[in-house]
């Protein structure tokens, strides 16, 4: 039997971990699950598209390919900038809707308000690029094989490594840095943490830049790796609020464990259940996993 | 000559509702090294004026100073900066964190290169908590958190320090511990407003006292003679004169 359906599962998950790093996040220290994050990672593999060919067209330079790699420079180049601009589309979001709502402290209103305004900001996408899929390359990458029937392309490889430097950048910010500690605090008690000197409102608006930013990330890599659609984001909605619950709201290592859990889970199911019940297979063990600790892998239990 | 004041409210209206207010006109004036303790029974508002004061609840009128300052309203995390520490009464640390981590967060305020020498400092002061450092603050026992709690408000070496009932829940040994600590507090200069329950405990510590009831002010006075007044002791402490300890 071939393992290829394995490293498959780790690949998607890996995707769905940078993806639910983002979420976990917001999660913890905004306090409701944000349905936007999804959008952001749309948005983000969008702005990287429209950056590239702004310094394609500006600088008139051909995006030749870097190495194995499908992608060239500027699409890295791009990404960096996509990351700064999503963030910044984050903080506006914030701004014109979720600062408003927030004084009135009720969860679901900002729950409500964000699946509007995931909604619209998804049709404006779909708006200005239509429903065709886009890609940064249209360059064919041939899989290098691994041993054990494993066949993994080097744009896949590079995907992997992103996502490790990622993760590794944000579980050093939040444990060993001075605003990691602010947001840990904010996340586990917002009065304490104000009487004890950290400016909340700011700490806020950091978390929706550095989420944004990491959402756009993850679609970049999904839009490297497989294509880039309007609803791309939308469909790694549900996977990454599975990996960040699973792997405990507001840890970051948890967060990429859920995400390489619900990818393997889905893509086993796919090979001995059936492509159908991928989803449910995935949930399924979400609801087992959270029987047995419902604060999640990495959680912590409320005291 | 009279102790400089550092710390007032007056006549302060506040509440978490704006038309339901809980303070209808009280306060208090805190001077220079001294001990204050805020006095009354359940629902008087004594731990609604500290948190007022601390810029955790809304205040609709009156004025609190801190020194020449004005500060009411400002933020709460503009307050410590001032030199306003507060202690919370449950909840008041960073459960999730380590010891290390709690005191870390509250050093960031300072200049870089003061941080280790105050984190140092709190260690010195606290032993039992430079032998928990890496632990996670929610696995201290009940003092060690008074203590933690304690030791982050006083990192940044305020001018004041607030507590919002510091023996709620600790066993009457404990209690005796933290309120040693409260008087090492004070006397390294720093003033202490001291909300408690524990009648006896606080009156023993404290130089006056403030006896609040339905958000107003009803008495105040020297902590000995506030203990000693029979009709005080039957209308707010339900009983017989409270006796020294």
Redo the contacts between chains.
């Keep these: 039997m071939s393992l290829q359906f394995l490293a498959d599962g780790l690949l998607m998950g890996a995707m769905i971990g940078l993806g639910a790093i983002g979420v976990t996040l917001t999660y913890s220290i905004l306090g409701f699950a944000n349905f936007v994050h999804g959008e952001f990672v749309a948005w983000g593999a969008y702005a990287c598209l429209v950056i590239a060919g702004l310094i394609g067209l500006g600088l008139g330079i051909q995006a030749e390919p870097l190495g194995p790699f499908s992608i060239g420079w500027v699409v890295l180049l791009a990404g960096a900038a996509a990351m700064v601009f999503t963030g910044g589309l984050a903080l506006a979001l914030d701004w014109l809707l979720f600062r408003r709502l927030r004084r009135h402290g009720n969860a679901i209103v900002m729950v409500m308000a964000s699946f509007g305004a995931s909604m619209a900001l998804r049709s404006l996408l779909e708006f200005l690029f239509s429903s065709a899929p886009a890609y940064f390359s249209q360059e064919i990458q041939i899989a290098v094989p691994l041993g054990l029937g494993v066949r993994v392309t080097p744009d896949q490889m590079l995907m992997l490594g992103l996502t490790a430097v990622l993760v590794v950048a944000m579980h050093l910010l939040i444990t060993r840095t001075t605003i990691g500690r602010s947001m840990r605090a904010v996340a586990e008690n917002p009065h304490l943490a104000a009487v004890a000197g950290i400016d909340v409102t700011s700490v806020i608006r950091k978390t929706w830049l550095i989420g944004g930013a990491l959402a756009c990330a993850a679609g970049v890599v999904s839009g490297i790796t497989v294509q880039i659609r309007p609803f791309m984001g939308f469909d790694l909605l549900l996977p990454m609020f599975a990996a960040a619950i699973l792997g405990g709201i507001g840890s970051v290592p948890g967060a990429v464990v859920g995400g390489l859990i619900v990818g393997l889970a889905e893509s086993m199911a796919v090979q001995f259940v059936g492509a159908e019940y991928r989803a449910a297979i995935a949930f399924l063990l979400l609801i087992a996993v959270l029987l047995v600790r419902p604060a999640g892998l990495f959680g912590r239990a409320e005291a | 000559m009279t102790a400089r004041v550092v710390l007032s409210a007056t006549e302060i209206v506040a509440g978490y509702e704006p038309d339901l207010p809980i303070l209808n006109g009280a306060g208090f004036v805190l001077r220079e090294r001294e001990i204050v303790t805020l006095l009354g029974p359940n629902g008087a508002g004594k731990s609604t004026l500290i948190k007022a004061v601390?810029?955790?609840v809304p205040v609709t009128s009156g004025t609190v100073r801190l020194g020449d300052q004005e500060i009411t309203r400002l933020?709460?995390?503009t307050l410590?900066?001032r030199g306003l520490g507060?202690v919370?009464q449950t909840?008041?640390?960073?459960?999730?964190?380590s010891v290390e981590?709690n005191l870390?967060?509250?050093a960031?305020?300072l200049p870089r290169d003061r941080r280790a020498a105050r984190v140092a400092a709190m260690y010195a002061m606290f032993p039992d908590l430079a032998a928990k450092k890496s632990l996670a603050a929610?696995r201290l026992s009940g003092g060690q958190r008074q203590m933690l709690a304690v030791a982050?408000a006083l990192l940044?070496e305020p001018k004041v320090l607030m507590l919002d009932e510091p023996s709620a829940g600790l066993s009457p040994k404990i209690v005796g511990a933290v309120f040693e600590t409260l008087q090492q507090v004070r006397a390294s200069g720093v003033a202490i407003v001291l909300v408690e329950q524990s009648v006896r405990a606080a009156l023993a510590i404290a130089d006056r006292a403030y006896v609040l009831a339905e958000g107003r002010n009803r008495h105040e006075g020297p902590a000995p003679l506030l203990r000693d007044d029979p009709i005080i002791a039957h209308l707010y402490f339900g009983g017989d004169p409270v006796a020294a300890p």
């Design positions: 601390a810029g955790l933020p709460a995390h410590i900066r507060f919370p909840e008041n640390v960073f459960a999730a964190m981590d870390l967060l509250a960031a305020i929610g982050r940044v």
